[in-house]
């Protein structure tokens, strides 16, 4: 049992359910909401327009409002909230709340539902929510009496932000919103069976800072979990530079530590850079900090990091050698866990000199020389896509949010953009959700309004989900969105060029449009009240850039028309050992052939 901080304002007033909940939402702390009405949830929406404290962003589909509750999330850090009604407004949030369960991203999603005794009829507009998300949130609620309403919030917002976070969903009845009730906060938090992990075992901390002193070739393997741990910079690169290992970052942490740093070597895996794998693959020791072995990562993973023993730390003991069994577990919040292995390296390196890793360092050094991640340009004329990241990039102040759909624009994105501070970098990793950049770039925005955001996107993801440019454009939020226009789908026609014969199967978006772009870009833009600009020539890219950045009350759209031959190297095939990575100039690595 745990109960929350002062009491409120509204304690012992008489209200429907509908007034507890926005009353209960504010005393969260929640300042904005995305979302879209419907009948089953139209009386919460009554009273939120008399809310002083609450801000609502009106989205044009229900999975816009999950993905900007996503992107208000990873920049705030504060779970994100989204709303719909019933039936399809409820499943169209499915695909949102699935992509937060994926990348641990604090979520609360509420969601109108018929009256209670209508539940399980087939009534008009009944979905049945709690069960249809239940594989996918950390806690689905079904409130169907108004008294509950207070606590189920304060219990979602706890669930949602603690531990290991992620989406939970409250679905509330139509008659518990009608319903009068008699408003209590804070509530009693009753949550048997959760728990989230306490202090880190010091035994083990001991034991990990033992086996990375005896290293030759240490290793880090820097995950997502950093970003949703209160974790500072600070604590982060003392323990990394007390190490003194290189260190790659997954796809969802390229952010936590700058990207000029002189041991990142970079993302792992499938199209991670070949210095970056061939550290893992060759590492005797690996100290994995919030990361959970993905398979973009390990490839085959009897074949992945085979040398190396395993120090793993993550919140969610599940997690723990679920692919790779640990040699020392450690289970705890990594905002515990990395200055508290810091001081036991401190003690160990203090007690015992450590084994000499210069010798390690120079090999990865040689690595990075020999194989730098860079692409071969195509020869029909048109814009290299990786070019084009890398003006954006030039273009870009420090403190830019970058934002991508998923994609060959995604790992250009991951490869050629430059991060400087924490919070700066959103994309769906472990859904790989197509449609998430416009949406999520539109949340990131509204929670960080003085910051640039930049939305890197493809033609194939930006058809899914730009209607929200006209959420943007009413709502005032100007983001700023590149479409690397290959007029296909990159990473499936990637995939038919090199395993099916370049037997381009339904990949191409403009078949039958002759000379016509369907749709054109600029015009859509300018029908969504957005700026439309278009780029098809190398000398005109830093002019175009340049424009879109001196625009700031209004969405941008710029059309770059960019080769489709264009390739994202490195590149692991799926289903073979890291060891046969390939790059931009063919085979080498096994590790060259030792």
Request: aromatic share 6%; glycine share 8%; net charge negative.
């Amino acid at each position: 049992m745990e109960r929350q901080d002062a009491p409120s304002a509204y304690e012992g007033q008489v209200m429907t359910g509908a007034e507890a909940l926005v009353r209960a939402l504010e005393e969260v702390g929640v300042t904005d909401i995305f979302g879209m009405p419907g009948g089953a949830i139209l009386p919460f929406y009554d009273p939120l327009l008399a809310s002083e404290k609450i801000r609502h962003v009106l989205v044009r589909h229900e999975q816009g409002a999950g993905h900007a509750a996503e992107g208000y999330a990873l920049v705030t850090g504060r779970p994100g909230v989204c709303v719909a009604t019933s039936g399809p407004g409820a499943t169209n949030l499915i695909t949102a709340i699935g992509d937060a369960h994926m990348d641990s991203v604090p979520m609360v999603a509420i969601t109108g539902q018929v009256g209670s005794r209508a539940i399980g009829t087939d009534a008009f507009q009944e979905a049945d929510i709690v069960g249809a998300t239940m594989p996918i949130v950390k806690h689905s609620f079904l409130v169907t009496t108004p008294e509950e309403v207070p606590a189920r919030v304060a219990e979602a917002f706890y669930l949602a932000s603690t531990g290991r976070p992620g989406p939970v969903l409250i679905d509330v009845a139509k008659d518990a919103q009608v319903g009068m009730t008699e408003f209590h906060w804070p509530p009693a938090i009753d949550l048997p069976g959760y728990r989230p992990p306490g202090k880190p075992n010091q035994r083990r901390l001991a034991q990990a800072a033992e086996v990375i002193a005896s290293a030759e070739r240490p290793v880090l393997y820097l995950g997502g979990g950093l970003s949703r741990a209160a974790v500072t910079s600070e604590q982060l690169s003392e323990l990394v530079e007390l190490i003194g290992a290189p260190f790659t970052t997954t796809l969802t942490a390229l952010d936590i530590l700058p990207t000029d740093h002189p041991l990142n070597l970079g993302m792992p895996g499938m199209h991670g850079t070949v210095a970056a794998v061939g550290a893992l693959q060759r590492a005797d020791v690996m100290v994995c900090l919030g990361a959970r072995f993905d398979d973009r990562v390990t490839g085959k993973p009897e074949t992945f990091a085979r040398l190396a023993s395993v120090i793993h730390v993550d919140i969610d003991p599940a997690e723990i050698s679920k692919i790779r069994t640990a040699d020392v577990p450690i289970v705890g919040d990594l905002a515990e866990v990395v200055p508290a292995l810091t001081s036991a390296l401190r003690a160990q390196f203090a007690d015992e000199e450590r084994t000499p890793i210069e010798p390690w360092l120079q090999e990865v050094a040689r690595v990075q020389a020999t194989y730098p991640t860079t692409w071969t340009d195509t020869d029909d004329g048109l814009l290299q896509p990786q070019e084009v990241i890398t003006h954006l990039d030039k273009a870009a102040s420090e403190d830019t949010i970058w934002v991508t759909g998923v994609g060959q624009h995604q790992m250009w994105a991951a490869h050629y953009l430059h991060f400087h501070r924490p919070h700066s970098w959103l994309t769906s990793a472990g859904a790989g959700t197509m449609g998430y950049g416009v949406p999520a770039a539109m949340g990131a925005k509204r929670a960080a309004p003085q910051r640039p955001v930049w939305l890197i996107d493809g033609d194939g993801c930006f058809q899914m989900t730009n209607q929200e440019l006209a959420t943007c454009t009413l709502n005032e939020i100007p983001i700023k969105v590149a479409v690397i226009n290959n007029s296909s789908l990159g990473m499936v026609r990637q995939w038919q060029t090199l395993f099916y014969g370049q037997r381009y199967s339904n990949t191409d978006l403009h078949t039958g449009a002759g000379t016509q772009r369907i749709p054109d870009f600029v015009t859509l833009a300018e029908a969504y009240g957005a700026v439309g600009l278009r780029c098809e020539r190398l000398e005109d890219v830093d002019d175009v850039i340049a424009q879109a950045n001196a625009i700031n009350d209004r969405p941008v759209v710029i059309d770059f028309i960019v080769s489709a031959d264009a390739q994202v190297w490195p590149m692991v095939a799926a289903g073979v050992s890291n060891d046969e990575i390939q790059h931009a100039r063919g085979m080498s690595p096994a590790w060259e052939e030792e």
